[in-house]
Structures are given as C-alpha cells and as structure tokens.
Nanobody, 122 residues
C-alpha cells in the first residue's frame, strides 16, 4: 500500500504558473503508474495527466496539453505537476493517485491523496 500527500497548491493569477507535488510513502513508488486528477466545485473529478512507472510515457487530458507537464523523481518518491498558462477554469482541488496495474490510462487508480486547492483568478 502507498500513502500520498499533495502539496504546493495556492492562488495565482491567470497566465501564471504553479507546481504541485505529491510525496509517496513506501519503497515501491517506482512500481506504480502515477496520475493527477482534479475536481472543480460542483463537478465530478476528472483526469489531468499520468506518467509511467519509470517516467518514459505520459498522457494528458486535451484541456491541459501544452500547458501542464507531469514528471516524477523515483529517488524522492515524488510526482510533480507543473502548470503553466493557468486559466480560471483550472481552479479545482488537485489529487494525485497511484495505479498498481501498469497502464498509463485515466482510470483504475488504487490509492489517492487528500488533494490540494489550486485557485486561478482572472
């Protein structure tokens, strides 16, 4: 089992940048596909990005392509989401998640963090 703790959320103006991090416990972090999801007020949680266990493969939602970058540092048990050119519609709680089965896909995640708030003002 893995425990996930997000950090780095905050408030930023439209057009700005923010990086959120997710630290994982345990010694098997490098065996999980990692993903980022977000949930805006009154909406369902949606997929944002995912990265393979060694970082060679990534996948993004169309709404964040060319603006967000997912990366990971297995030595630090941490996955990152760099968010650039932020828009007000990016405002949401951002969650990281871990997937045991090795497929870089937007569903089937087994473990979840508690989330971190990102607010983008116009």
């Amino acid at each position: 089992q893995v425990q996930l703790v997000e950090s780095g959320g905050g408030s930023v103006q439209a057009g700005g940048s923010l990086r959120v991090s997710c630290a994982a416990s345990g010694r098997t972090f490098s065996s999980y596909v990692m993903g980022w999801f977000r949930q805006a007020p009154g909406k369902e949680r949606t997929f944002v990005a995912a990265i393979s266990e060694r970082g060679f493969t990534t996948r993004y939602a169309d709404s964040v392509k060319e603006r967000f970058t997912i990366s990971r540092d297995n030595a630090k048990n941490t996955v990152y989401l760099q968010m650039d050119s932020l828009k007000p519609e990016d405002t949401a709680v951002y969650f990281c998640a871990a997937r045991r089965k090795l497929a870089v896909v937007p569903d089937g995640y087994d473990y979840w963090g508690q989330g971190t708030q990102v607010t983008v003002s116009s």
